[in-house]
């Protein structure tokens, strides 16, 4: 089957920090480019941040910049998406997407080319 599975998700408090993570099944991520997504209630979904395939371009939302910070190891397979500072503006659903063949700015500009799809983590950020 081919998957990816996001983890790492739960209850944080303001200021707060957690670290998703978004690992693979079925195939290996070193030739997609790798994004972190989420929807929040009441909002369309967003590009938080996405990863070339070697790791060496990344791109965040104006919202994250400064807080958050993607990593990727693709020796075990495994995008990480480090979140600090939280606020409760980042509340949402996080899903993690994989697509081949893409320029990470564009990839978190639009996901309509999107190959994989993980199921999401919800991360909820109150006090």
């Known amino acids: 089957q081919l998957q990816l599975v996001e983890s790492g998700g739960g209850l944080v408090q303001p200021g707060g920090s957690l670290r998703l993570s978004c690992a693979a099944s079925?195939?290996?991520?070193?030739?997609?480019?790798i994004g972190w997504f989420r929807q929040a209630p009441g909002k369309e979904r967003e590009g938080v941040s996405c990863?070339?395939?070697?790791?060496?371009?990344?791109t965040y939302a104006d919202s994250v910049k400064g807080r958050f910070t993607i990593s990727r190891d693709n020796a075990k397979n495994t995008v990480y998406l480090q979140m600090n500072s939280l606020k409760p503006e980042d509340t949402a659903v996080y899903y993690c997407?994989?697509?081949?063949?893409?320029?990470?700015?564009?990839?978190?500009?639009?996901?309509?080319?999107?190959?994989?799809w993980g199921k999401g983590t919800l991360v909820t950020v109150s006090s």
């Open positions: 997407a994989a697509q081949y063949r893409v320029l990470v700015v564009a990839m978190c500009a639009g996901s309509n080319g999107v190959d994989y």
């Open positions: 079925g195939f290996t991520l070193d030739n997609y480019a």
């Open positions: 990863i070339s395939r070697s790791g060496g371009s990344t």
